[in-house]
């Protein structure tokens, strides 16, 4: 699996980083399930659908962050990637912190990927 990201997702992540310090250590953790199953898992993650797209959009509710003591896949954390099976690659969209944002960028999606 060949993981990717976008430069928006950097942002994301840097800024986050000065927060939650265990996050580049959790992302990985992701990434090693995601490689044995990238498709949505309620209720871990779901599918976003009418983006008039024909890439699968899944988002990650339930991240464990280490840097979050005691919450663990209740952390609050958000994760949105863009999968593609025929290549066997999932590119990071957004990442963000459900206090800090309410729902996905849906227009980042859509301007990425249409």
């Not at 992701?30 to 024909?54: A, C, M």
């Not at 988002?59 to 949105?80: D, E, H, W």
């Amino acid at each position: 699996m060949i993981f990717d990201e976008l430069i928006e997702f950097k942002k994301d992540l840097k800024n986050l980083l000065k927060k939650y310090r265990t996050l580049n250590e959790d992302l990985s953790e992701v990434k090693t399930i995601l490689k044995k199953k990238p498709d949505e898992r309620p209720p871990f993650s779901f599918r976003i659908d009418n983006l008039g797209i024909e890439t699968c959009v899944i988002k990650v509710k339930k991240i464990a962050c280490k840097a979050l003591k005691g919450k663990g896949v209740n952390s609050g954390l958000r994760l949105v990637y863009a999968h593609f099976p025929e290549e066997q690659k999932i590119t990071f969209i957004e990442l963000y912190h459900k206090n800090e944002k309410e729902n996905e960028d849906r227009k980042r999606i859509t301007d990425n990927f249409k």
